[in-house]
């Protein structure tokens, strides 16, 4: 798959420290903590070598990533897919890599025998509910008047 | 722990029947397309034996349950947790167990070094948006004026 000429590639452990380095831009751009870049290569060069995490990039060097979780459903056979985290570089935006890299994830899904496709964002976040809006992603329960969907958390 | 002195207890494979059945229920209560019982007991006992899925149960025969997932976080060394599902017999509502489960769950995610837990919920779901809040659990990005945290999905 490409956009403007520019691949969506799946990593692999040796893409570690891409992906560390985008994750923390993507927490220091949105303020949030983060832990330093080594100390994230290492964890997400484990993780992608056990198959905890899946991610897609896009770019060389990358300037986007997609980063994906399956989990053995409850209601179906296949994995339930998470989308945990979608970033692509500022100045890279509005190039149609953050839809190349959603387009990618659903297709990875599909493959992967995965009937659900989930993904946590902000009401500010409009660039990516449009995003995902456009994709028949659907923050109501039980049809477009129903409640919306909402996500808690806490530290511990 | 106990409420009324009734005890919360975590499931091993043997509680998957008890397990469906309260899914199935849930699903129906809430006209939730859902998989027969016997098909549900099934994957339970097969993801509680695989440590997949964690569950606590209420009551004897139980009368509610909290479903959680662990998963290896990006962030710290510990897990993530993610409560999936939290359910207590109508019936037995108004009674406290629904908030025993919330906390022995919290307890467990603890135990396990977890640092976070969320969890998705409707907004329409006051009773169960009242029983997170109470545990400062938060459905708002940096700090209480913050954007809404929004949960989406997709059907693949």
Redesign the interface.
């Known amino acids: 798959m490409t956009t403007e000429s520019v691949t969506v590639r799946p990593a692999g452990p040796d893409d570690a420290g891409h992906i560390a380095r985008l ?1 923390h831009d993507f927490n220091t751009e949105y ?1 949030e903590p ?2 330093p870049v080594d100390e ?1 290569a290492a ?2 060069h ?2 992608l070598a ?1 198959n ?2 899946h991610v897609l990039m896009i770019g060389e060097p990358p300037f986007g990533l997609a ?1 994906l ?1 399956f ?2 459903s ?3 056979n296949g994995p339930d ?1 998470h989308l ?2 979608l970033y692509v570089a500022p100045a890279r935006r509005g190039g149609g890599a953050g839809r190349a890299l959603l387009e990618a994830s ?1 297709e990875l ?2 493959a992967n025998r ?12 409009t660039a990516a ?1 449009g995003l ?2 456009s ?5 109501r ?2 049809g477009p008047e ?11």
């Open positions: 994750l303020s983060t832990p994230l964890r997400c484990e993780l056990a905890e995490i980063l979780r989990r053995p409850l209601w179906s897919t945990e985290e659903i899904a599909r995965s009937e659900h496709f989930d993904v946590t964002t902000a009401e500010a976040d509910i995902y809006e994709f028949g992603m659907v923050n329960e039980r129903g409640p919306l969907m909402l996500y808690y958390e806490l530290e511990i």
